[in-house]
């Protein structure tokens, strides 16, 4: 028989703001989104759930992506649940 995994981001493990922040570099900010964004929130949520506008949230986000070196919030989010990259 044919079986289907599906996978939810927001089962997924929890990511660390001080982790974020030390080893990646980000503010304190840019770490509550891109968590927001890990556990599956989409840009609109994160802004709700952080109280920041959405112009606020883009903002961060491309500071994010600079600073991580992704291009795409999956390659963003991907990164995050596999955890930090040891050789950079």
Request: hydrophobic fraction near 45%; proline fraction near 5%; charge should be positive.
């Amino acid at each position: 028989p044919d079986v289907l995994v599906m996978y939810t981001p927001r089962q997924s493990r929890a990511v660390s703001i001080p982790l974020l922040r030390d080893i990646y570099g980000l503010t304190n900010a840019e770490a509550l989104l891109a968590a927001q964004l890990s556990c599956g929130s989409d840009l609109a949520g994160a802004a709700r759930a952080l109280g920041i506008s959405i112009h606020t949230v883009r903002t961060h986000l491309k500071k994010i992506f600079g600073k991580l070196e992704v291009r795409s919030q999956v390659e963003l989010v991907t990164l995050l649940l596999a955890g930090p990259r040891l050789s950079r």
